[in-house]
T-cell receptor, first 117, second 113 residues
């Protein structure tokens, strides 16, 4: 079974600084995908970034980058130059094939990020 | 760009009533997933469809059923509603089962009184 662990229930960062949100995962599947989503207080789930288990390079999308360390089974999200609008809940999620047609996402408990002015 | 559409956005029902949630995936996306997110919880997978066939099933109660239609839209039918069914219900879509991007709709907030 897949498991995602986000050890930081809450994080604070000053505007314009960088912040790293931690995510570790566990799976026996050699092929898997890792996702990060942002959920503002309004409730929608916004896709941020994706990393495949066979990708050679760390994924980047604008101010978001994923620090993928396969041997350590970690997929930390780095947000550079934080903005007030980055304040939200952030979920790490994994998709693993699990030997069947099991392509669902398994989510961590989330990290609530607060950006201070 | 077109996104996943869910309707209704908000729904209030009484206990033991039924509810139908609708999901319209991104054009050309053939895979739909349903998730349930309780208050202060992470989303939990309910069920998924690929090319109109059920592809996976999670912790979906027997009181719930779902299907995907020929135009790829999907409906989640919920009967004998309970207070514990109050949650945010998300639909997500992707291109293929192993799509690199799984895009979520805005969610339907169901309140059972």
């Amino acid at each position: 079974a897949q498991k995602i662990t986000q050890t930081q229930p809450g994080m604070f960062v000053q505007e314009k600084e960088a912040v790293t949100l931690d995510c570790t995962y566990d799976t026996s599947d050699p092929s898997y995908g890792l996702f990060w989503y942002k959920q503002p207080s309004s409730g929608e789930m916004i896709f941020l970034i994706y990393q495949g288990s066979y990708d050679q390079q760390n994924a980047t999308e604008g101010r978001y980058s994923l620090n993928f360390q396969k041997a350590r089974k970690s997929a930390n999200l780095v947000i550079s130059a934080s903005q007030l609008g980055d304040s939200a809940m952030y979920f790490c999620a994994m998709r693993a094939h699990n030997g069947g047609s099991n392509y669902k996402l398994t989510f961590g408990k989330g990290t609530l990020l607060t950006v201070n002015p | 760009a077109a996104g996943v559409i869910q309707s209704p956005r908000h729904l209030i029902k009484e206990k033991r009533e039924t509810a139908t949630l609708k999901c319209y995936p991104i054009p050309r996306h053939d895979t739909v997933y349903w998730y349930q997110q309780g208050p202060g919880q992470d989303p939990q997978f309910l069920i998924s469809f690929y090319e109109k066939m059920q592809s996976d099933k999670g912790s979906i109660p027997d009181r719930f059923s779902a299907q995907q239609f020929s135009d790829y839209h999907s409906e989640l039918n919920m009967s004998s509603l309970e207070l514990g069914d109050s949650a945010l219900y998300f639909c997500a879509s992707s291109l293929g089962l192993a799509g690199n991007e799984q895009f979520f709709g805005p969610g339907t907030r169901l309140t059972v009184l």
